[in-house]
T-cell receptor, first 115, second 114 residues
Framework: QKEVEQNSGPLSVPEGAIASLNCTYS??????FFWYRQYSGKSPELIMS????GDKEDGRFTAQLNKASQYVSLLIRDSQPSDSATYLC???????????????FGRGTQLTVWP | EAGVAQSPRYKIIEKRQSVAFWCNPI?????LYWYQQILGQGPKLLIQ????????DSQLPKDRFSAERLKGVDSTLKIQPAKLEDSAVYLC????????????FGSGTRLTVV
């Protein structure tokens, strides 16, 4: 079982709709959770972080965390064509090989927002 | 604040040749990471430094990959000899205090091994 699983998509939504991106993780000791956006040919860019159960909102983005279900999601409201990118879920957990924990990435969900 | 600087942006080499990548982190960031991102996959951690010490290199193929971070600032990642499967984007990232917070990636080096 992979550490972090995401639906690879592609996910296609019309402009103005809500895009919902999902992520599950395998290890219950995971502590910190992140969403990165990666445009084609570019490096990942941090857009949201969440550390406790519940919702966290930042502008049009809402991250949701449910540790009991080991589930993280990202909602993008009023989706715009400029939101078209790959969204990477990343999970930090303590690791035997690292004193500072290790960040595990999913393979990403490709989102396309069409006008 | 200047971002994470990486060079070169692109590199094409033949298999069995050697190659080196350079990274300069954000000023004051103690933690530096090298990631490998193969097309269609998420980034995979290769090595993590805290200042100039290695804290995690468990996923670094040490028979061909090496990395150093002299004086706790710049870092280089070397591959010798390169294999076809090393074709990927090599991303450097830095953070103030480890992976408990998100961190900033550089623009990456796209390596093609032919």
């Amino acid at each position: 079982q992979k550490e972090v699983e995401q639906n690879s998509g592609p996910l296609s939504v019309p402009e103005g709709a809500i895009a919902s991106l999902n992520c599950t993780y395998s290890d219950r000791v995971s502590q910190s959770f992140f969403w990165y956006r990666q445009y084609s040919g570019k490096s990942p860019e941090l857009i949201m972080s969440i550390y406790s159960n519940g919702d966290k909102e930042d502008g049009r983005f809402t991250a949701q965390l449910n540790k009991a279900s080991q589930y993280v999601s990202l909602l993008i409201r009023d989706s715009q064509p400029s939101d078209s990118a790959t969204y990477l879920c990343a999970v930090n957990r303590p690791d035997r090989g690292s004193t500072l924990g290790r960040l595990y990435f999913g393979r990403g969900t490709q989102l396309t927002v069409w006008p | 604040e200047a971002g994470v600087a990486q060079s070169p942006r692109y590199k094409i080499i033949e298999k069995r040749q050697s190659v080196a990548f350079w990274c300069n982190p954000i000023s004051g960031h103690a933690t530096l990471y090298w990631y490998q991102q193969i097309l269609g996959q998420g980034p995979k951690l290769l090595i993590q430094f805290q200042n100039n010490g290695v804290v995690d290199d468990s996923q670094l193929p040490k028979d061909r990959f090496s990395a150093e971070r002299l004086k706790g600032v710049d870092s280089t990642l070397k591959i010798q000899p390169a294999k076809l499967e090393d074709s990927a984007v090599y991303l450097c990232a830095s953070s103030l205090v480890g992976t408990g917070v998100g961190y900033t990636f550089g623009s990456g080096t796209r390596l093609t091994v032919v």
